[in-house]
């Protein structure tokens, strides 16, 4: 053997092999292979140096020694890990693993796993980057420091078990702050006014009296009342129309921030599960010229794109689109990331040929759909922008103003292949100077709403906005926050625990800089400073660690115990067990210790907790009996095995629709959730079709799918669950 190529992952080592002949030897070392031990804080400290203890864990022990044997064969070691801070430092430590020098052996970089990106990789080595290795260990301390000193205090502080982590506590500040302001908010009332000219033109109050009316200018129903009045005895006529050519500009091509979220709000994927699929498609599937990547790299913020890539692009779009979808010049983009790594290429197929058609054939159904998402996107990066012609109008009585908008798309451009699913808004032709008649006029009160909680895609957005954290951070932060129930996420929407409050609360107080954001993303500006060598890294590891440490040291003596299961001094009259005083949702209560084992608990005033109520049913999961339990919403069915059985289900059989479902044919079924009634499908989760307003036995005008009714703007109406036509009820049963 002569030559030895590592990489991480065995899918990518296999995909690299297949690609090489009998003189390379294609292996992977699963990933890091040295790290700080797990159960010593594995840093010492002398003379102000920071010098790390770094282990070989046992699972990676035969890996290392298969390592060692075959590059003590081969002529030439090459590492091949991916082109980041942590693939750096993973090639780094599998130097040090096998007892080479990690600045002597031939490092290869490539973007792309396809054979023409390895082989010139292998033509154009290079040595590891010391100052990205630095940077990523730097990295490494500093989590270490704050989670092995900051977690301990927390734990005797607070509850057994908390962790605090530099990215995680800031991320969750963030959660805890937006639900703080949900607490906080107080609706205020407003008042919209829209009136129908003509019979079926909408147009929205403008200006009364020479006065512009902005949203929510009208805060009393006197004040709408009073315009409403008004205007029903004014006469209107056309006072200006005004038509206009405006442009829809091509998104830029996918990063990782960028396609979490698009990958979160159109496919439903978690993050997690982005980069899982992202893996896979870039590590090598199989295609028609055999296994390998079909998508660049997918930890980048970079919004670059090969010269070669572009050009591909365009010869696609010039083929089968034609010449007027093809911009003049390739389209460039610029990251806005701070930090951003702009050697590295946005996300995009290393194919342009194989489209997502082709790819049908062989890639599995969440692959495709993540396929299909990059695919377009950078398809459509290099199109032209699409045009709309816009449309205004304003009705002018003696007093009133009102504004009629319209929009119609006269060049689809970059929606040619992303796709455009919006109806086109249009006006009718009407002249200047016109007469109109105002047919209806109507107020409506609102109030304003809280702002909404996080989702995993906007907080990633929000993360990125603030510069905390880099691509390879955030899916594995939420996961963190998640795991350590700080964090609980329902219909998407990310909520804060208990416990969270108090943690935060307790690090705002003590340790402000591990919460800051501002702090954060300063961190990571350094850490990429120390990659570009502007930075000495041990001086930066100086200036953090020794006012943190003497900051714990000074909260272990005055921090005041938070614990939220504070012992009462008595016993159990159960089981035995010491009781203690919690917190819960709803305030604070007396309960045993040895929960979940023991479930005895009590009021602060002495009654007992309101104990299940037996019943004759039998959980359809485990066999054990179900009891009647309490919530918010109301009693309901729950397993007397839990938490080992969650099984639950309501008190009362709910209501079944005579209109079956349009996605599988099931029943529908109407449900209660956090945010009111809905409606899904029997079969869930096998079919997930779910609808905020009840179906009715409808068929759409528009499109032939299912509609349903609800009240929109004060009108009953029918409205399709798939393309949004709407109609009156009233005009529908005619």
Same mark, same amino acid.
């Given at each position: 053997?002569?030559?030895?190529?590592?990489?991480?992952?065995?899918? !990518?080592?296999?995909?690299?092999?297949?690609?090489?002949?009998?003189?390379?030897? &294609?292996?992977?070392?699963?990933?890091?292979?040295?790290?700080?031990?797990?159960?010593?804080?594995?840093?010492?400290?002398?003379?102000?140096?920071?010098?790390?203890?770094?282990?070989?864990?046992?699972?990676?022990?035969?890996? $290392?020694?298969?390592?060692?044997?075959?590059? !003590?064969?081969?002529?030439?070691?090459?590492?091949?890990?991916?082109?980041?801070?942590?693939? @750096?430092?993973?090639?780094?430590? %599998?130097?040090?693993?096998?007892?080479?020098?990690? @600045?002597?052996?031939?490092?290869?970089?490539?973007?792309?796993?396809?054979?023409?990106?390895?082989?010139?990789?292998?033509?154009?080595?290079?040595?590891?980057?010391?100052?990205?290795?630095?940077?990523?260990?730097?990295?490494?301390?500093?989590?270490?420091?704050?989670?092995?000193?900051?977690?301990?205090?927390?734990?005797?502080?607070?509850?057994?078990?908390?962790?605090?982590?530099?990215?995680?506590?800031?991320?969750?500040?963030?959660?805890?702050?937006?639900?703080?302001? %949900? !607490?906080?908010?107080?609706?205020?009332?407003?008042?919209?006014?829209?009136?129908?000219?003509?019979?079926? &033109?909408?147009?929205?109050?403008?200006?009364?009296?020479?006065?512009?009316?902005?949203?929510?200018?009208?805060?009393?129903?006197?004040?709408?009342?009073?315009? $409403?009045?008004?205007?029903?005895?004014?006469?209107?006529?056309?006072?200006?129309?005004?038509?206009?050519?405006? !442009?829809?500009?091509?998104?830029?091509?996918?990063?990782?921030?960028?396609?979490?979220?698009?990958?979160?709000?159109?496919?439903?994927?978690?993050?997690?599960?982005?980069? =899982?699929?992202?893996?896979?498609?870039? @590590?090598?599937?199989?295609?028609?010229?055999?296994? =390998?990547?079909?998508?660049?790299?997918?930890?980048?913020?970079?919004?670059?794109?090969?010269?070669?890539?572009?050009?591909?692009?365009?010869?696609?779009?010039?083929?089968?689109?034609?010449?007027?979808?093809?911009?003049?010049?390739?389209?460039?983009?610029?990251?806005?990331?701070?930090?951003?790594?702009?050697?590295?290429?946005?996300?995009?197929?290393? =194919?342009?040929?194989?489209?997502?058609?082709?790819?049908?054939?062989?890639?599995?159904?969440?692959?495709?759909?993540?396929?299909?998402?990059?695919?377009?996107?950078?398809?459509?990066?290099?199109?032209?922008?699409?045009?709309?012609?816009?449309?205004?109008?304003?009705?002018?009585?003696?007093?009133?103003?009102?504004?009629?908008?319209?929009?119609?798309?006269?060049?689809?451009?970059?929606?040619? &292949?992303?796709?455009?699913?919006?109806?086109?808004?249009?006006?009718?032709?009407?002249?200047?100077?016109?007469?109109?008649?105002?047919?209806?006029?109507?107020?409506?009160?609102?109030?304003?709403?809280?702002?909404?909680?996080?989702?995993?895609?906007?907080?990633?957005?929000?993360?990125?906005?603030?510069?905390?954290?880099?691509?390879?951070?955030?899916?594995?932060?939420?996961?963190?926050?998640?795991?350590?129930?700080?964090?609980?996420?329902?219909?998407?929407?990310?909520?804060?625990?208990?416990?969270?409050?108090?943690?935060?609360?307790?690090?705002?107080?003590?340790?402000?800089?591990?919460?800051?954001?501002?702090?954060?993303?300063?961190?990571?500006?350094?850490?990429?400073?120390?990659?570009?060598?502007?930075?000495?890294?041990?001086?930066?590891?100086?200036?953090?660690?020794?006012?943190?440490?003497?900051?714990?040291?000074?909260?272990?003596?005055?921090?005041?115990?938070?614990?939220?299961?504070?012992?009462?001094?008595?016993?159990?009259?159960?089981?035995?067990?010491?009781?203690?005083?919690?917190?819960?949702?709803?305030?604070?209560?007396?309960?045993?210790?040895?929960?979940?084992?023991?479930?005895?608990?009590?009021?602060?005033?002495?009654?007992?907790?309101?104990?299940?109520?037996?019943?004759?049913?039998?959980?359809?999961?485990?066999?054990?009996? =179900?009891?009647?339990?309490?919530?918010?919403?109301?009693?309901?069915?729950?397993?007397?095995?839990?938490?080992?059985?969650?099984?639950?289900?309501?008190?009362?059989?709910?209501?079944?629709? @005579?209109?079956?479902?349009?996605?599988?044919?099931?029943?529908?079924?109407?449900?209660?959730?956090?945010?009111?009634?809905?409606?899904?499908?029997?079969?869930?989760?096998?079919?997930?079709?779910?609808?905020?307003?009840?179906?009715?036995?409808?068929?759409?005008?528009?499109?032939?799918?299912?509609?349903?009714?609800?009240?929109?703007?004060?009108?009953?109406?029918?409205?399709?669950?798939?393309?949004?036509?709407?109609?009156?009820?009233?005009?529908?049963?005619?």
């Amino acid at each position: 053997m002569k030559n030895l190529i590592i990489v991480e992952s065995p899918a !990518k080592a296999r995909t690299i092999g297949n690609f090489l002949g009998k003189d390379y030897k &294609v292996v992977a070392s699963k990933g890091h292979i040295r790290d700080l031990p797990k159960s010593s804080f594995g840093i010492t400290i002398e003379e102000g140096k920071f010098i790390p203890k770094y282990t070989i864990p046992k699972e990676a022990s035969p890996t $290392v020694k298969e390592l060692k044997k075959l590059a !003590k064969e081969a002529e030439t070691v090459y590492i091949a890990t991916d082109e980041d801070r942590e693939g @750096e430092a993973i090639g780094y430590h %599998i130097a040090k693993a096998i007892g080479k020098d990690p @600045e002597q052996l031939p490092r290869i970089v490539f973007h792309e796993i396809t054979e023409s990106a390895i082989r010139h990789a292998l033509e154009n080595p290079r040595r590891i980057d010391m100052q990205s290795v630095d940077a990523q260990q730097t990295r490494r301390l500093l989590d270490r420091i704050v989670g092995y000193k900051l977690s301990p205090l927390l734990a005797s502080k607070i509850q057994k078990g908390l962790s605090a982590g530099r990215v995680q506590s800031a991320a969750l500040k963030l959660v805890v702050d937006r639900e703080r302001e %949900i !607490k906080a908010f107080k609706p205020e009332e407003y008042w919209t006014i829209r009136g129908i000219f003509q019979k079926s &033109v909408e147009a929205d109050i403008y200006s009364f009296e020479g006065q512009k009316i902005e949203k929510m200018t009208l805060k009393t129903e006197a004040d709408a009342r009073r315009i $409403v009045e008004s205007a029903k005895g004014e006469h209107f006529t056309v006072a200006s129309i005004e038509t206009a050519r405006r !442009k829809s500009k091509t998104p830029p091509p996918f990063m990782t921030s960028t396609l979490q979220q698009a990958a979160s709000t159109q496919l439903g994927f978690s993050p997690k599960r982005t980069m =899982m699929i992202a893996q896979k498609l870039y @590590e090598g599937v199989k295609t028609h010229k055999g296994t =390998m990547g079909v998508i660049t790299y997918m930890r980048t913020d970079s919004l670059n794109l090969a010269k070669e890539a572009v050009a591909a692009a365009r010869g696609f779009i010039s083929e089968h689109f034609g010449s007027d979808y093809l911009p003049p010049k390739p389209k460039v983009y610029a990251s806005k990331a701070k930090g951003a790594q702009e050697a590295h290429e946005a996300i995009r197929p290393t =194919m342009v040929e194989f489209t997502p058609e082709m790819a049908a054939k062989y890639l599995a159904a969440d692959e495709l759909k993540l396929y299909r998402l990059i695919y377009n996107r950078f398809l459509a990066c290099q199109m032209t922008d699409a045009e709309f012609e816009t449309q205004t109008i304003l009705f002018a009585g003696e007093k009133s103003v009102f504004k009629a908008t319209g929009r119609k798309l006269v060049f689809d451009g970059y929606y040619r &292949v992303l796709g455009y699913n919006e109806k086109d808004k249009l006006l009718p032709e009407l002249k200047e100077g016109q007469p109109v008649e105002l047919s209806d006029v109507k107020a409506e009160q609102h109030f304003t709403e809280p702002p909404a909680r996080y989702t995993e895609a906007s907080l990633i957005k929000k993360l990125e906005s603030l510069g905390i954290g880099r691509p390879s951070t955030y899916a594995p932060t939420i996961t963190i926050l998640q795991n350590r129930k700080y964090i609980e996420i329902e219909k998407k929407r990310i909520h804060p625990t208990e416990i969270a409050f108090t943690v935060i609360e307790m690090l705002e107080k003590h340790f402000p800089e591990i919460v800051d954001s501002n702090f954060t993303a300063r961190m990571e500006e350094t850490l990429d400073r120390i990659a570009a060598g502007e930075e000495d890294w041990q001086k930066i590891l100086r200036e953090f660690y020794e006012p943190f440490i003497a900051k714990i040291e000074e909260g272990k003596k005055t921090i005041k115990s938070l614990k939220t299961a504070v012992p009462i001094g008595e016993q159990c009259p159960e089981c035995g067990a010491e009781l203690v005083r919690r917190k819960g949702r709803y305030g604070e209560f007396i309960a045993c210790s040895a929960y979940p084992k023991c479930r005895y608990s009590r009021n602060l005033d002495g009654t007992e907790s309101e104990k299940p109520e037996a019943t004759d049913e039998v959980c359809d999961k485990c066999g054990a009996p =179900m009891v009647i339990k309490n919530s918010r919403r109301g009693k309901f069915l729950a397993c007397s095995a839990y938490p080992k059985c969650k099984n639950a289900k309501p008190l009362t059989p709910p209501r079944e629709l @005579e209109v079956p479902c349009p996605e599988c044919g099931g029943k529908l079924i109407e449900r209660q959730g956090r945010r009111g009634t809905f409606f899904g499908c029997s079969n869930y989760p096998k079919c997930k079709f779910i609808a905020n307003f009840e179906p009715v036995n409808k068929k759409c005008p528009e499109c032939g799918y299912l509609m349903g009714q609800k009240t929109y703007r004060g009108k009953e109406v029918y409205e399709c669950f798939k393309c949004k036509h709407r109609e009156a009820v009233a005009e529908a049963s005619q």
